[in-house]
C-alpha cells in the first residue's frame, strides 16, 4: 500500500512565522496535492504538483507556496503565518486518472 | 465547475440499521468516484473508489453505486455499528483537474 507521511500532526507557530509542511510518499506517484479543511467549508485545495519542479496553483493558494525538488515530497510553505491560516492541512497523491487518491494523517496548524 | 453535494450533513441511527448517504454532481464527465470515511481529527481513508464506466462497487458491508447520468451515487452501509460512526466524504475526478469534495455527512451509530 502506499505511504504518505506526514512530518508532524500537531503543530503551534506564531504568527509571522516561516512555517513547512511536509509530505512525503513512499510509490513513486507522479500526482501530490495539499487541502486544507475547515468546519463547513469542507476541503479546499491550496496547490498540487503533476510532475517534480511542476506546480500549479489550486482554489486557495493565497498566503502558500510549494515546493517539489523531488518526485517523493511535496512542501506546503507558509510565507508568514496568519491566524487565518489555522486549519488541518491534507497531503494526498495518486497515479494516473483512473486511480484514487491516498491520504496523509494530516497536520493540525495553529497559528497564534 | 464540478460541484459535489452530500446530504444529509448528519445522521444518527441506531445500531443494526442499514443505512444509505447521498452524494450528487453537478458534472457527470467524470472519471471515478472515491468515498472516503474521516475520523475525527484524522486523515481520509479511502473506502471504494468507482470508475466511471462501473455501476458499483462492494466491500464488506460497503456497497457504493453510481449513475452517472444523473449525477449521483450512493453509498450503503449494511447492518450498522457503533465503530462506523465517523465522517463519510464523496470526491469526484473530472478530466485532468483534482478531486473535488462534498462537505461530507457526519454519521452517529448509537449502540
Known amino acids: 500500500d502506499v505511504k504518505v507521511t506526514q512530518s508532524s500532526r500537531y503543530l503551534v507557530k506564531r504568527t509571522g512565522e516561516k512555517v513547512f509542511l511536509e509530505c512525503v510518499q513512499d510509490m513513486d506517484h507522479e500526482n501530490m496535492f495539499w487541502y486544507r479543511q475547515d468546519p463547513g467549508l469542507g476541503l479546499r485545495l491550496i496547490y498540487f504538483?503533476?510532475?517534480?519542479?511542476?506546480?500549479e496553483k489550486g482554489d486557495i493558494p493565497e498566503g502558500y507556496s510549494v515546493s517539489r525538488e523531488k518526485k517523493e515530497r511535496f512542501s506546503l510553505i507558509l510565507e508568514s503565518a496568519s491566524t487565518n491560516q489555522t486549519s488541518m492541512y491534507l497531503c494526498?497523491?495518486?497515479?494516473?486518472?483512473?486511480?484514487?487518491?491516498?491520504f496523509g494523517s494530516g497536520t493540525r496548524l495553529t497559528v497564534v | 465547475k464540478q460541484e459535489v453535494t452530500q446530504i444529509p450533513a448528519a445522521l444518527s441511527v441506531p445500531e443494526g440499521e442499514n443505512l444509505v448517504l447521498n452524494c450528487s454532481f453537478t458534472?457527470?464527465?467524470?472519471?471515478?468516484l472515491q468515498w472516503f470515511r474521516q475520523d475525527p481529527g484524522k486523515g481520509l481513508t479511502s473506502l471504494l473508489l468507482i470508475q466511471s464506466s462501473q455501476r458499483e462497487q462492494t466491500s464488506g458491508r460497503l456497497n457504493a453505486s453510481l449513475d452517472k447520468s444523473s449525477g449521483r451515487s450512493t453509498l450503503y452501509i449494511a447492518a450498522s455499528q457503533p465503530g462506523d460512526s465517523a465522517t463519510y466524504l464523496c470526491?469526484?475526478?473530472?478530466?485532468?483537474?483534482?478531486?473535488?469534495f462534498g462537505k461530507g455527512t457526519r454519521l452517529s451509530v448509537i449502540a
Open positions: 504538483s503533476y510532475d517534480v519542479k511542476m506546480k
Open positions: 458534472d457527470s464527465a467524470i472519471y471515478n
Open positions: 494526498a497523491t495518486s497515479q494516473e486518472l483512473h486511480y484514487g487518491y491516498t
Open positions: 470526491a469526484v475526478r473530472s478530466g485532468n483537474t483534482p478531486l473535488v
